[in-house]
Each structure stands twice: as C-alpha cells, then as structure tokens.
C-alpha cells in the first residue's frame, strides 16, 4: 500500500470524523420538561411473536407523561406464540389489540400491519401517530418530549434514535454501526429540508409524525414493498412536501435490537441488502468503501505509518462522538472500529448472498427470493 494512499484515506477518515463531530452538535435534542400534548396520540405497535416484550414495551407505553388522549393500538401480525394473551391481560382502556389479516399481495408483514393499526383508528387531521417496536421500551416523556420536536421545528416527521443497549461483543461491535453511519456521511440539517431520496435516515422502532403528514405521504399505503419500510416512509414524506429526519433520543428511549450472534446476522440478513442499493454491485462497492477508510489505515499504522496512525484516531474519534450523543457505549469498544467495519462487511456478504439464493427468513416467514425482472421484494 502506497504511502500517499494511505494519507488520502486517513483524509477521509479525519473529514468523516469532523462531519460526526459537527452532525451531533446540530442534532435536534428534545426539551428536558415538554409541555403537555393536548391533541390525540395514537401509538401503532406491531406485533408477530413478541409474548416476551409485549407486556413491558406496553407499559412502558402507558406510562407517558404529558399525553392528554393516549390510544395505543396493538396489531397481531400472525402470532402463534401467546403475544395476544399478554395483550389481552392489560386492563387498560386506553389499549386496544386487532387483528392483522395476511398481508394482501405486494404488501410486506410490517407496512401491513401499520396500516391495519392506523386504520384501526379515528385519527383527525391535527393528531399525532407514532409507530413503537416491541423492543424499545420508552421513557416517560418520550411521546410529549418528540411531539415538542416536531412543533418546535415546523417537522412532520422525527425518528428519535433509541439508545442502544447492547451486551457480548457482537452486538457491541455493530449495534453502534447505524447512527455512526448517519452522523459519518449525512449532512443532518441539509437532509431534514432536502427532498433528495438519498439523503435520509431513520429507524422503524420509534417513528412519530404528525397525522396530516402522514396522510398527505400516503402513508405505509405508499412504501408497502419496501424492505426498509422506515426510510422508506421518511422519503415519500419528503416527497410530498414535508420534512423530517433523525433526533437524539437516548433520553427518550432504550432499545436491544438483537439477543447475540445468531439473531443479530439474521436480523441483518433479511434488510442489509437492501440498505445498499439491493444489488451485488451497491453492496460490494459500499464494503469497499468502509474497508478503505476505517480498516487499511489501521493496518498501515501497525506497520509504522503516520497517516494511518491518524486515520485509525480519527475513526476512532468519529465513533465516540456518535456514541456519545446516542447513549452508546464509548469506551473501550471505539478502539475496535475497524473490526466492527470488518464484520458488518462480513454481514452485507451474507445479506446479498442469501437474498439472491432466497434462501432467508424472517420471524418464521420465507423471504421471496428477487425478482429478475422487476424490483426485488421481501417480506419482514
């Protein structure tokens, strides 16, 4: 590796982490005492085999402070595993269960759902809708506290970024990866106006809009093949005029995505492709990318380079301050960065692989294998 190869990639790797540096400086953070929300808020929490994080994600939910009309709608997605009983055993009125019905041809499970919730519904034009995963538990001004965001800002749409929670190094090698990702490579501020398809991001555990936003995008109607159904929904609300993006939530909520190894490579598995473009190409080209940035400056400095002592510093430095600002863990699991990049390559190869041999499943569903002819679809 040439010399003057490893000092532009350290370049990089000092830009990329002076861009996270100012990204979490400009994230919008929620008030620390929100005023009380005085419109209805409906809460959609889809459901497919959660009997253990149903009850505690529900009563996370029915603890928000702040909220005058709490309705929380739990939708069934085919559970087989005694989700609905737990459902069924919280006395609370402000909680109601549906049943989803097989998502209809071109539908994938979870933008399904999110419909069948949302209609389930009599939501007004000047109320909120939020969209919860059975594994984020929320704090208790979480709802009040994201709902001031979107007033305070003029936004239709805000994702606070739960705090990750992660135990055993797999999960602390790569849970972190996702909002170093966004800090690293998207110019927040210009994303949160800009239509540009390209410039989003989000996360479909804590999703809160405004409900006229919401309708005018066409709703979970509008992304109802999308793999990634969350960026994908920010998306059609930026094309339809409104705007949106990634806030702090590491005080408004905690999230354990993934229990280990096993569900972490198939959780990833069955969407990774489709983060890079969904095609062999994207994939290979995005782990070349990483590879060159984060882990061939590092290697260099084992040999006695400068530039890729100050590359590995800088990736180093970038991670921190992404953890930092989304309640992750920093220190000491910064210094292995490049192996983290190594293994979510390792992961982005298994994603491709096993998409385009259909060989992937999901929550106990087949994953379809791509469509030759037309834009590959998955069910989740």
């Known amino acids: 590796m040439s010399g003057r190869l490893v000092r532009v990639l350290a370049g990089v790797s000092v830009a990329g982490a002076l861009h996270a540096a100012i990204n979490v400086t400009l994230l919008r953070r929620p008030p620390a005492d929100p005023p009380p929300v005085r419109r209805p808020v409906t809460v959609v929490l889809p459901v497919r085999d959660e009997v253990e994080q149903v009850g505690d994600c529900l009563a996370a939910l029915l603890d928000q402070r702040g909220v005058d009309d709490l309705r929380v709608v739990v939708v069934d997605d085919g559970s087989t595993d005694g989700t609905a009983a737990v459902v069924h055993a919280v006395a609370d009125p402000r909680v109601r269960l549906v049943t989803a019905p097989p998502p209809p041809p071109g539908w994938l499970g979870k ?3 999110c419909t069948v ?9 000047d109320g909120i809708v939020a969209f919860v995963d059975a594994d984020v538990r929320l704090f208790p001004d979480a ?18 970024w739960p705090r990750p929670v992660a135990y055993g190094p797999a999960e602390r090698l790569v849970q972190p990866l996702a909002p170093w990702l966004w800090a690293t490579t998207l110019p927040l501020r210009l994303a949160e106006r800009s239509p540009r398809p390209s410039l989003a991001a989000a996360t479909g555990q804590f999703l809160v809009l405004t409900r006229r936003g919401y309708d005018r995008a066409g709703g979970h109607a509008a992304v109802r093949g999308e793999v990634l159904e969350d960026i994908a929904l920010l998306r059609a609300v930026k094309r339809s005029g409104g705007r949106g993006g990634p806030v702090d939530g590491s005080r408004l909520a905690a999230c354990r995505m993934y229990d280990g ?48 002592l100050i590359g590995y510093v800088a990736g180093v430095a970038g991670r921190g301050a992404a953890a930092a600002a989304t309640g992750g863990r920093v ?26 041999r259909g060989a992937l499943t999901w929550r106990g569903r087949a994953l379809p294998a791509p469509d030759r002819t037309g834009p590959a679809t998955m069910d989740r």
Request: with cysteine; proline share 8%.
């Open 331 to 356: 220190w000491p699991d910064v210094l292995a960065h490049p192996v983290s990049v190594l293994v979510l390559d390792l992961l982005m190869a298994r994603s491709v692989a096993g998409h385009r």
């Open 261 to 308: 190894w096993p569900a972490l490579q198939d959780g990833y598995a069955k969407s990774l492709w489709g983060a890079v473009g969904g095609s062999p190409v994207a994939s290979a080209a995005a782990a070349a990318a990483l590879t060159a940035v984060w882990v061939l400056p590092p290697l260099a400095a084992l040999r006695g380079s400068r530039a890729g």
């Open 143 to 160: 709802l009040a506290a994201a709902v001031a965001v979107l007033d305070r800002h003029g936004l239709d749409l805000v994702c606070p």
């Open 111 to 113: 933008p399904h759902a």
């Open 117 to 125: 919730g949302v209609d389930a519904t009599d939501g007004t034009d």
